[in-house]
């Protein structure tokens, strides 16, 4: 388990948004980044979440409505990793599966990629 603070680990979650390529995150609809310590109880292994309705499954009646929540875990990254190059790793790699939910790929699809 890797130590670090709230604020170190919200700086990696910054650089890894900052390293998805322009062209995808200006096609980010309606979607905020939160850094959360924990996972949900229900799932408290959880790295990512993505809380939303992805682009693809969005009609003529979305509109009026909360900004979709990618949300990053920080204890439980931490926890899988032993030092701060496998951080910087885990939160890539987290991030952009999380965003891909929000463009409507699947888990599954992100495996294939290797963004498991």
């Known amino acids: ?3 670090m603070s709230e604020d170190r680990f919200a700086e990696l979650v910054e650089a890894a948004f900052a390293q998805v390529p322009q062209e ?3 096609l980010l609809d309606n979607v905020v980044l939160f850094v959360e310590d924990d996972a949900p109880a229900d799932d408290p292994d ?3 979440l993505y809380d939303g309705v992805a682009l693809t499954e969005r009609d003529t009646a979305y509109g009026g409505v909360l900004p979709d929540r990618i949300m ?3 204890r439980p990254t931490l926890a899988i990793c032993e030092t701060e190059e496998e951080v910087v790793e885990e939160v890539g790699i987290t991030v ?3 965003i891909a939910h929000h463009f409507g790929i699947d888990d599954e ?3 294939e990629l290797g963004y498991a």
Request: aromatic share 6%; hydrophobic share 55%; glycine share 6%.
């Open 46 to 48: 959880l790295l990512g």
């Open 96 to 98: 952009v599966h999380e």
């Open 1 to 3: 388990m890797v130590e």
């Open 24 to 26: 995808l995150t200006a």
């Open 109 to 111: 699809r992100l495996h």
């Open 72 to 74: 990053i875990f920080r």
